[in-house]
């Protein structure tokens, strides 16, 4: 077996593939070409990516080669793929890089969004604007593609063929549209509800119309602080989130099973994608098209145990509120007000004000006559947020370990040149990194990733990692309906609350307290309980009675019994 594979590519992919999923560089060997190297540093927050990506762009900009002469790359470009920190200002909440951890290294995708007044990027426009960028660079700059926000990473390097990034002109402002709809609404079922057929063609717009609750629901209290406008409707309601999702359950019931209805923005785009198929079922993908890689690629995946990471990410939090976020939520408020009217009427799932603290710190005053850390819930919302980060790092981690891996260990399959590697953070990861990186580009063999790098790495990657076996495929979109399948349990289900369970637990729930406590109040639960006690008290009350009058002789036998 092969240390990793090491397919040279005899011929570019199709013209038509080539010019929608791979950039080029010539080789310097002549007239062959092969794909255009990409190194990318990924892991979880708070382990030292940035770190990472920087020392890697020195070692070149350095003069750094290794014995086999020097590397093709005399310069490179970190591209940024986090969310949160195309944001101007804001860098503490968002953890950004400051100008001297750059090291003099270019960065792209940091300030070019302006909160309150420019758009947010999505998906689409991230992987867009990161090709515009790539391509311009000469065949001596190296691209170093760094950030937490993997799907970002993910879609770029291996785009699967379902997918599809084409977008209208993508907003310019924040509160305009992100999505409008690129063609007209497909057909929909003859018996749908005219009331969810209204909310189809208006969901997308910043004032959607949902159907009325039903006189057996409550309504909702009028909120006030709700905001104006947005470009995502504000959905925070159980009401509007579950009428969203009716709408899809209409449309496209497969993929409906596939989500919670209170996922709003998981529902929401996949009612965009059906509009999109033009009303078409998800299809699966053969068995012979796969992911494979746009460019030649080297991955480190920079790793921290959980056990330590959380200290290290406490710390992390506490060192912000030295640094200034008090003061940046305060600034976020302001942005809110200028956007929304109201600092509270905020979808904490929408653009900058996703980014951990905001919510956390929603209810502490920040005015400049009290010192917050005074306050006494100061306490508990820095608990919470240091929470929320852990929770967050989890999630990356998981995102690494069921979406990057497997999709890098099909690419790999399918004779992509990707290999990856797992580092620790800090100076020993940089260490080990480096001439890995050095080697990748001077197309030296590399060595074995299971035995390179972390300690850790043989536990993460497995035996299938850049192995020669042929690994399955990513599972596609009709694949996920499948396998994250979920069905409505109606005994635990309340009128405007329908009790969502995946059906691969659904034994597990039958068997739940949950469950039980739902079928006993369904038979009558603590009302009929309340009304056998009665009942047996009112019995035995009558059975002491007719007693009583056992033991007490008549009127009669009184008398004889005293003469």
């Known amino acids: 077996m092969t240390l990793v594979l090491r397919r040279q590519f005899a011929t570019l992919m199709s013209t038509a ?46 003069g750094g080669s290794s014995d086999a002469g020097p590397s093709r790359s005399k310069r490179a470009v970190i591209l940024s793929a986090d969310s949160m920190q195309l944001y101007k200002g804001l860098d503490v909440i968002t953890n950004k890089v400051t100008v001297e951890e750059q090291g003099g290294i270019e960065h792209w995708g940091l300030d070019v969004v302006t909160p309150g007044q420019e758009a947010s990027w999505e998906l689409g426009r991230w992987c867009s604007e990161a090709e515009k960028k790539i391509s311009s660079l000469d065949d001596s700059t190296l691209p170093i593609i760094c950030g937490g926000t993997h799907y970002f990473m993910q879609h770029f390097l291996f785009p699967p063929a379902e997918l599809s990034l084409a977008r209208s002109e993508p907003p310019e402002k924040a509160l305009e549209i992100r999505w409008k709809p690129p063609c007209p609404r497909p057909a929909v079922p003859d018996l749908m509800d005219p009331s969810l057929v209204t909310l189809l063609d208006t969901f997308w717009t910043t004032k959607p119309v949902f159907p009325k609750l039903a006189d057996s629901v409550i309504d909702p209290p009028d909120q006030k602080d709700r905001p104006v406008q947005t470009s995502r409707p504000t959905e925070i309601e159980d009401h509007h989130l579950l009428s969203i999702y009716q709408v899809l359950q209409a449309v496209d019931p497969d993929e409906a099973a596939r989500w919670h209805w209170r996922d709003g923005r998981k529902v929401r785009r996949a009612l965009e994608r059906w509009w999109e198929r033009g009303g078409a079922p998800a299809v699966g993908t053969p068995d012979n098209v796969g992911r494979n890689a746009r460019f030649r690629t080297l991955i480190f995946w920079v790793y921290e145990p959980p056990e330590t990471l959380k200290k290290r990410l406490d710390d992390r939090v506490d060192v912000m509120v030295e640094n200034g976020l008090l003061r940046e939520i305060a600034e976020m408020r302001e942005i809110a007000k200028q956007m929304f009217g109201s600092s509270q009427a905020v979808d904490h799932t929408e653009g900058v004000f996703q980014a951990i603290g905001y919510k956390e710190f929603a209810g502490l005053p920040l005015d400049e006559t009290s010192d917050p850390a005074s306050h006494p819930l100061f306490s508990s919302m820095l608990s919470q947020t240091k929470s929320k980060t852990f929770q967050y790092a989890k999630s990356q981690l998981k995102w690494i370990r069921k979406q990057l891996l497997p999709v890098v260990q099909e690419s790999q399959a399918k004779g992509s040149e990707v290999f990856l590697y797992i580092v620790p953070g800090g100076p020993a990861g940089q260490e080990m990194a480096t001439p890995i990186l050095h080697a990748f ?123």
């Open 17 to 62: 593939h080539r010019a929608s999923t791979s950039v080029t560089s010539s080789s310097a060997a002549g007239s062959a070409q092969r794909l255009r190297d990409i190194v990318c540093v990924c892991g979880t927050t708070g382990v030292g990516k940035s770190q990472l990506a920087v020392a890697l762009g020195q070692s070149i900009q350095n």
């Open 441 to 563: 580009l001077d197309t030296r063999e590399l060595p074995e990733a299971l035995s390179t790098g972390s300690p850790h790495a043989k536990s993460l990657l497995g035996n299938g990692m850049q192995s020669d076996l042929l690994r399955p495929n990513v599972p596609n979109t009709a694949e996920r309906q499948r396998i994250h399948a979920r069905r409505d349990c109606e005994q635990c289900s309340s009128p405007g609350l329908p009790v969502s369970v995946p059906v691969k637990e659904w034994s597990m729930h039958l068997t739940s307290r949950q469950h039980k406590k739902a079928i006993f109040e369904a038979s009558g639960g603590r009302e009929r309980v309340r009304q056998e006690q009665l009942a047996n008290r009112e019995a035995k009350r009558a059975e002491r009675a007719r007693l009583r009058e056992g033991l007490v002789p008549p009127e009669g036998q009184k008398g004889d019994q005293s003469a």
